[in-house]
């Protein structure tokens, strides 16, 4: 999950169609764009909102954060550990930290802005976001752990993307139930203008005439 939005994304597209407010809904690459920029520039606004955000979908990250800071803080070098004897180079702690700070702040902007037309959707989209956060966090800590850490850590991963998994399913559930309810009105409406079909008719006919004889 390092360096990218969110597995999400491609359910963003249903919720914009859904919310009908589809060119309210950005694309992954301007997202993309809007994290590149983030930590490149790293403003300290960015770092209160990700704080904010994980308070509010995984309060228990927020310590996390604070030491993937601190870290960023100590030093600007590259690390390089050595796992089971093997020299593994690591993300310099910087670019570390502000990866996550943008990858927050571009996802609580998203729930923020997609709740203030869909608070059903953007509670769970926020939940999912919450299970990234927890998953970035372990995957962070897999690329220095020994083999038997890392077993465990694949298991702890793939609970978190099990409850995502079940969260995007719930996502898609309501899309169908939106889909289904607006294929009801098309049909409706359809039948009505069948039903109407003289009436239509005749009041075309009608507007075309009145308007041939009309003055100019």
């Not at 800590?141 to 020994?146: C, E, I, K």
Request: proline share 5%.
């Amino acid at each position: 999950m390092a360096c990218r939005i969110s597995a999400v994304m491609g359910v963003f597209g249903l919720l914009a169609a859904s919310s009908g407010a589809a060119q309210e809904t950005p694309n992954p690459q301007a997202m993309q764009m809007q994290v590149q920029q983030i930590m490149q520039q790293r403003p300290r606004e960015a770092e209160a909102a990700a704080r904010a955000f994980l308070i509010l979908v995984a309060p228990d990250r927020v310590n996390g954060l604070d030491s993937l800071r601190e870290q960023a803080n100590k030093s600007n070098n590259q690390p390089t550990y050595v796992v089971d004897g093997v020299p593994v180079s690591g993300p310099p702690a910087q670019d570390q930290y502000w990866m996550e700070v943008a990858q927050l702040t571009v996802q609580f902007d998203m729930v923020q802005k997609l709740s203030q037309r869909d608070s059903v959707r953007a509670q769970l989209v926020g939940k999912m976001f919450g299970l990234e956060a927890n998953a970035r966090a372990r995957q962070r800590v897999y690329r220095t752990a020994s083999e038997p850490q890392r077993q465990a850590l694949r298991a702890q991963i793939e609970a978190l993307i099990s409850q995502h998994f079940d969260l995007e399913d719930r996502l898609r559930s309501l899309e169908i139930a939106d889909i289904e309810r607006r294929l009801a009105d098309v049909r409706a409406e359809s039948q009505r203008r069948r039903d109407k079909r003289a009436e239509f008719i005749k009041f075309a006919v009608d507007d075309i005439v009145r308007d041939a004889i009309r003055p100019r």
